[in-house]
């Protein structure tokens, strides 16, 4: 166990301060133009990889008693990286729009990379702080949602995927045997619908209509216009353009994320539209070193699903009697994915082995496969 005094030094916590070395890398990118401008997805993509396979895996967990007080470094570190990244966003889309030094191509280029930074690490900060009970961390991840055009993630997250994860209701439980060039189309187009109708049922049910001002998809979409605006007036329609690339790639990362997290591996439906409660086996775990500290202990994504509420520095780790573990680290799963027939190959076994370990007495697998169990109640 790390003792609390440990964990709040700042010693403890510099390591997740990696993640702030791709807004450098997305300047020179843009600076230098060529082959520069892969910097940023070699670093997000493959450097920390390269480092997990040289320092290992973090298997020690911190001690739950420790206060809000002995995390200030770690609340600073998800509170500072939304104006730094509103900062170097725009600021990129006023530079590049107008440097003649680029090519169109690397001009797309650098906001490719510009989307890995503000997907790979924005949205796993504006997950973090969304999760907050505080209003200003809640702010904050709202603005980071709206730069990349995907604010409703807010409310699918918290209303949706948390209760439903693992049963038909939720869309971002990838099935088994679906390849993500099937599974993002499908996410992108019931997640929308999801979110909206999860935000429309709660204000029904006390007794309000869905365009009743605290529905808080008028705060989504007068941000996300904002920020459409924002980028046509430092960048012209060209700079709008770039920010919907780089909005595009950072959603696209987050959803492969998302597809990793839980793919194959469903909930037990006990009947009458029953399902056994979350449990730390119902998401993958992947204790790599180095991409947690890149992506703050998201791949302790079992224990975020069991107690949701838990800041990145508190999640524990768990062994593989109690939770799926992935071969290697989110990154490199992701980029695994973009391949299915490899994908398949990897987790199919992986998710059969799941299977049998902890479900034994379920020998048809089809329904759930497909989804079709029955909607949770």
Not at 201 to 209: C, D, F, N, S, T
Request: charge should be positive; proline fraction near 6%.
């Amino acid at each position: 166990m790390i003792p609390a005094q440990t964990l709040g030094k700042l010693s403890s916590a510099l390591p997740f301060f990696l993640s702030f070395i791709l807004i450098p890398l997305v300047w020179i990118g843009a600076l230098m133009g060529g082959w520069w401008i892969l910097l940023t997805p070699l670093c997000a993509w493959y450097l920390f990889a390269a480092i997990d396979m040289m320092v290992g895996l973090n298997l020690e967990n911190a001690d739950l008693e420790t206060s809000e007080d002995q995390l200030f470094w770690y609340k600073l570190l998800t509170q500072v990286w939304a104006p730094l990244q509103f900062l170097s966003l725009f600021g990129l889309i006023a530079y590049v729009s107008g440097a003649q030094h680029l090519s169109g191509l690397e001009k797309f280029g650098v906001f490719f990379g510009v989307g890995v930074m503000t997907g790979t690490v924005g949205i796993v900060y504006a997950h973090e702080l969304m999760h907050q009970r505080n209003r200003f961390e809640r702010t904050l991840g709202d603005l980071l949602l709206a730069m990349v055009l995907y604010s409703h993630f807010r409310s699918e997250h918290l209303l949706v995927h948390h209760r439903y994860v693992g049963t038909p209701r939720d869309t971002v439980t990838a099935r088994y045997n679906e390849g993500f060039h099937r599974f993002y189309p499908r996410v992108l187009r019931e997640s929308l619908h999801s979110s909206f109708r999860a935000e429309r049922e709660m204000l029904a049910r006390k007794g309000r209509p869905w365009w009743d001002k605290a529905n808080p998809f008028w705060t989504y979409w007068g941000l996300q216009a904002g920020m459409l605006a924002l980028a046509l007036l430092v960048g012209g329609w060209g700079g709008l353009v770039l920010f919907l690339v780089q909005a595009g790639v950072a959603i696209w990362q987050l959803e492969v994320v998302n597809y990793v997290e839980h793919y194959g591996l469903t909930r037990k439906h006990l009947g009458d539209g029953k399902y056994e409660h979350v449990m730390p086996r119902h998401s993958w775990n992947a204790a790599h070193k180095a991409t947690n500290w890149l992506m703050i202990n998201l791949q302790r994504h079992s224990d975020h699903h069991y107690k949701p509420d838990r800041r990145f520095p508190l999640l524990q780790n768990y062994s593989e009697a109690d939770a799926p573990q992935l071969p290697l680290g989110y990154p490199l799963m992701a980029v695994t994915a973009m391949v299915p027939p490899l994908w398949r190959r990897i987790m199919n076994p992986k998710v059969r082995q799941w299977r049998q370990m902890y479900y034994p007495e379920i020998t048809d697998w089809t329904e759930y496969n497909k989804a079709r169990t029955p909607m949770p109640r």
